[in-house]
T-cell receptor, first 114, second 112 residues
């Protein structure tokens, strides 16, 4: 079975541009979460979506937005890119609803903002 | 809103047990402790999780103190492939969903 897939794997943008990152969850998983990992730090929660609705949001500015599609795949959009947005962006899927759930992570998209 | 503290780095001899500590003194009663590891900036990989009882699986053991303020991840026979950053995570319930709060992690180096 395929795991969580993310695209693209690497991306280079310049300040002020906009970027869209994509994620396909594990088959059967209805929840997708996004995390930002700056070099040398642990991942930080950005968003969680379940059944196409936003269920949680971390402490990120409105430049960050996301959505989930009927097939449960998801996109993360970042507008007006800043140098500080350079990071590894991780997507995780889970079968939300059980206390014993686990998050399954993709390999991430490495975003560099120049 | 970090809820865990871990030593930044540890070394362990190959074949020996690696014991990775984590402090989560502000954990609430319904919040689970999870452990993940990350190799070479790949996506984090699940290891084990628990609420208050000790847990064991094919990868590791998790020992949670009775007051739940700290825990220890045990890799019983560390190999070179266990070299990674290990994250202790508290999963909180917020707005009807789960939120996983990562700490800064422990960089474990297994030495030959």
């Amino acid at each position: 079975d395929a795991g969580v897939t993310q695209s693209p794997t690497h991306l280079i943008k310049t300040r002020g541009q906009q970027v869209t990152l994509r994620c396909s969850p594990i088959s059967g998983h209805k929840s997708v979460s996004w995390y930002q990992q700056v070099l040398g730090q642990g991942p930080q929660f950005i968003f969680q979506y379940y059944e196409k609705e936003e269920r949680g949001r971390g402490n990120f500015p409105d430049r960050f937005s996301a959505r989930q599609f009927p097939n449960y795949s998801s996109e993360l959009n970042v507008n007006a890119l800043l140098l500080g947005d350079s990071a590894l962006y991780l997507c995780a899927s889970s079968f939300l609803g059980t206390a014993n759930e686990k998050l399954f992570f993709g390999s991430g998209t490495q975003l560099s903002v120049l | 809103d970090a809820k865990t503290t871990q030593p930044p780095s540890m070394d362990c001899a190959e074949g020996r047990a690696a014991n990775l500590p984590c402090n989560h003194s502000t954990i609430s009663g319904n919040e689970y402790v999870y452990w993940y590891r990350q190799i070479h900036s790949q996506g984090p990989q699940y290891i084990i999780h628990g609420l208050k009882n000790n847990e064991t699986n094919e990868m590791a053991s998790l020992i949670i103190t009775e007051d739940r303020k700290s825990s220890t991840l045990i890799l019983p026979h560390a190999t070179l492939r266990d070299t990674a950053v290990y994250y202790c995570i508290v999963r909180v319930v917020a707005s009807g969903t789960y939120k996983y709060i990562f700490g800064t992690g422990t960089r474990l180096k297994v030495l030959a």
